[in-house]
């Protein structure tokens, strides 16, 4: 049967519909990534709207634009009822009578929670209107009640991003200004102030986001007949053009005929999720995969793109299909190419992927590794077999000329890994070695793990029920490298986890008793939920700090996502199995992520001696200026001492028992097998002491904003104590529980930031309530994080 050139992660031909589906609502993790960002600024303007103050800069702009001149108030009202509530059942209405149904819902949806949300939030904050607050004089001084947040502007940043999807990309520009036209409007009839305008339309994106994600969005479709007169315009008419029986998700393929000889098109996707920078953004934190490089380039520039790696590829003697046309605007862009008959490589059966096709494949991929052309998405459904049996690479999209080794080695990976559980692994693997080299496999195996492989490749070697610890063992035996001679990892069992509980039901409780749950509360309720909330930001940039301190002491390239799940899983397996077992998880994390073992070993080495001398720096510091100023000079006894300590060893002897049994049990999981050599520097790759001298400023980055942390939160129960003899005592703790680990473990951390802050006058019920609140943001709640990484891992984990 004919099979095309297929975009990737594609569906067999043989597995759809002789007709094409309606297309399906997708959920795209970007909308998840909105809905944060949307709440983030919403939380932001929380925080600040409960103050009850306005700043300088918010008063200076509602003048701005509440004084503008009043002659086009007619048309500023009547777009500002694209905000009224009334707007929600009118905008769905019309557009159930279109025949959009699914955006009728949308609007429906989206924009009726934005309106109950805006309530909801003006309740809580009971922040008033300009009227009531020293702005000067307002041009509508009848508008009276709740300002933050503006209802007119949720209600329509919740319909612009309920209705974006189904627009095209003017359209959707038209309904997005719009949205922040009525939230100017808000503002210039003298009804809200800019920070109640913000944070409504935040809410309102948060809010259609979410809907989105729960509900699925539409997928753009482009009609036969826009195609043909694309190709027409572009000078290569294409006759019985058709939609191709392959599905894909980031391009839209149609098959036909070009004088006679069959052509496959490929028409690029104007609204392709890959552009969205949100989401290109969130990935290249998260987990440093954007593969496509010109994804947020002009549409021609992303089909010449192509079209040049594959004329390359084909140039430099690899078996690509001729590319008869590479074009695009604004309007649209397609590549067309050689139609060829024949089936993918994932479409064949285990006896058909003889020693000899395989050979023939991966000498594809050495020529490949010769033109330095990187795939970045070289997969088994990427390579074709004719109906003679010679292998043709497809679709170069996310193509990379000019590569490095890293990338090149990352192809040969990512195919022995879509390969393995198709066929015998050892002869996928000696057919490789025979044809790439020893060398370039061995450069392959650190990337034979479960976080360097793309998820699709896991989903596949999941649905097979194959696993990736077979294939690194063939790759060891076939080049006859050691087997790296190191422990499972130790599972810690249902008694370390209950101990660990326990710890912290103790801690929580037992310091609550003792400085009275009346004193603490009052204390909370006294100092604003604005301090918290700087609390809170202060310990997400002090652990932010700390991953990029993993990351500078790591000699490969990783996502700062990967670094902050490093972290926290250290931190988890250090409550549950004590220092050794939270560095091995770190170090088994980050080989996870394709970190060389001797590597990943070298860096947990080097991130926890960075903490020290970071703690060191800012302990120094803090200590002199506190001394300079005489911030160090009033000490006193702590108070109610023994209580405190006998709660702080209950609970610390309940983790060292959990740890106990840990570290006795005979449960074990098998940890990862890679190769144990020492990797080489990459090229480019910074000399030591520079790396030293970043490695510590970034811990001391992090210590400091733990610091400040640990003073926002005594800010946030009105406990009078001085910034510098705060931070001054919180790094020296610091640098003493990077020293001996165990004190820093529940129990004795709670205790030793308690003693000592009592120490500097601080009431026991504030310095209790700040300890716990500080050590939630800063302890637990990482552990408990650190809890679900490694959970997650161990399930990506393909064994």
């Not at 309904?175 to 003298?190: D, N």
């Not at 959990?658 to 990862?672: D, I, N, W, Y």
Request: with cysteine; hydrophobic share 50%; aromatic share 4%.
């Amino acid at each position: 049967m004919d099979v095309h050139v297929l975009p990737r992660r594609q569906t067999p031909a043989a597995e759809l519909p002789a007709a094409p589906a309606p297309p399906r609502p997708q959920r795209h993790v970007g909308d998840l990534v909105r809905v944060g960002l949307g709440l983030a600024v919403l939380g932001t303007g929380f925080l600040i709207a409960r103050r009850g103050e306005i700043s300088l800069v918010e008063r200076d702009l509602f003048r701005l634009v509440n004084d503008l001149p009043t002659l086009l108030l007619p048309v500023i009202w009547l777009v500002m009822q694209m905000g009224n509530v009334v707007a929600v059942p009118t905008l769905a209405a019309g557009a159930a009578l279109a025949g959009r149904f699914r955006l009728a819902r949308d609007l429906a949806i989206s924009g009726g929670l934005a309106y109950v949300a805006a309530d909801l939030v003006k309740g809580v904050v009971q922040r008033e209107r300009p009227i009531g607050l020293p702005v000067g004089d307002v041009l509508n001084e009848q508008v009276t009640g709740l300002g933050f947040i503006s209802g007119h502007s949720a209600v329509a940043g919740a319909l612009a991003t309920a209705a974006a999807p189904y627009l095209a990309r003017r359209p959707r520009r038209v309904v997005w200004a719009l949205a922040w036209t009525v939230g100017l409007a808000r503002i210039h009839v003298g009804a809200h102030l800019p920070l109640d305008v913000v944070g409504g339309i935040a809410a309102g994106w948060a809010i259609g986001s979410l809907v989105h994600w729960v509900l699925g969005v539409p997928r753009w479709d482009p009609p036969v007949a826009r195609v043909a007169a694309l190709l027409d315009r572009f000078g290569l008419p294409v006759a019985d053009l058709q939609p191709a029986r392959v599905a894909a998700l980031s391009s839209h393929p149609f098959t036909g005929t070009v004088e006679g000889r069959p052509v496959f098109v490929k028409v690029l996707d104007p609204d392709r999720y890959e552009r969205d920078w949100l989401f290109r953004v969130f990935r290249w934190v998260a987990v440093r995969d954007v593969k496509d490089a010109d994804a947020l380039a002009p549409l021609g520039q992303q089909a010449e793109h192509e079209a040049v790696a594959a004329l390359t590829a084909r140039q430099r003697g690899a078996r690509v299909p001729a590319v008869l046309l590479a074009r695009g605007d604004d309007r649209g862009a397609v590549v067309v190419q050689e139609r060829l008959a024949g089936r993918p490589l994932d479409e064949l059966t285990p006896a058909e992927l003889t020693p000899e096709l395989l050979g023939r494949v991966w000498e594809q991929v050495a020529l490949l590794r010769r033109a330095r052309i990187a795939h970045h998405d070289l997969v088994a459904s990427s390579v074709l077999v004719d109906g003679d049996g010679q292998p043709w690479l497809l679709d170069f999209g996310n193509a990379e000329v000019g590569a490095g080794a890293e990338a090149l080695a990352g192809d040969v990976a990512e195919l022995l890994a879509s390969l393995a559980g198709t066929t015998d692994v050892p002869v996928l693997v000696s057919a490789a070695v025979s044809a790439l080299g020893a060398e370039a496999v061995a450069d392959a195996l650190p990337g034979l793990t479960p976080l360097a492989r793309s998820a699709a490749t896991r989903h596949q070697l999941h649905r097979r029920g194959t696993g990736l610890a077979e294939l690194r063992a063939a790759v060891r035996a076939e080049l006859d490298l050691p087997h790296p001679d190191r422990p499972g990892t130790l599972v810690a069992g249902t008694p370390a986890r209950l101990a660990a509980i326990g710890s912290a039901v103790v801690v929580f409780v037992g310091l609550t008793l003792i400085a009275g749950p009346t004193g603490v509360f009052e204390s909370v309720e006294r100092g604003g939920w604005r301090w918290l909330g700087g609390a809170l930001a202060f310990a997400v940039l002090g652990r932010a700090a700390m991953a990029a301190a993993v990351l500078v002491s790591v000699e490969r390239r990783i996502a700062l996502g990967r670094a902050f799940g490093a972290t926290m899983s250290s931190d988890c397996a250090s409550v549950l199995r004590g220092r050794p077992g939270g560095r091995q998880v770190a170090s088994r994390f980050l080989e996870d992520a394709g970190v060389p073992p001797a590597t990943a070993e070298r860096a947990t080495v080097r991130a926890a001696r960075g903490a020290a001398l970071g703690s060191a720096l800012v302990a120094v510091a803090a200590l002199v200026l506190g001394l300079v100023e005489g911030r160090l000079s009033q000490w006193q006894a702590p108070q109610s001492s023994l209580p405190v300590v006998l709660v702080g060893a209950g609970a610390l002897l309940l983790v060292v028992l959990g740890q106990l049994l840990t570290r006795h049990g005979v449960r074990s999981a098998p940890g990862p097998r890679v190769l144990g050599r020492q990797a080489p520097h990459p090229p480019g790759s910074a000399p030591e002491a520079v790396r030293w001298v970043a490695l510590t400023g970034w811990s001391a980055a992090g210590i400091a904003l733990e610091g400040a942390a640990l003073a926002a939160a005594l800010h946030a129960v009105g406990a009078d104590v001085p910034l510098l003899a705060s931070t001054a005592v919180y790094a020296v703790l610091r640098l003493l529980w990077v020293l001996v680990p165990e004190l820093s473990l529940p129990g004795a951390g709670e205790v030793l930031l308690l003693l000592a802050l009592t120490s500097l006058g601080a009431p026991l019920a504030d310095a209790c309530a700040a300890v716990l609140l500080y050590r939630l943001l800063a302890f637990w709640l990482p552990v408990a994080g650190g809890a679900l990484v490694i959970r997650s891992a161990r399930h990506h984990a393909v064994r």
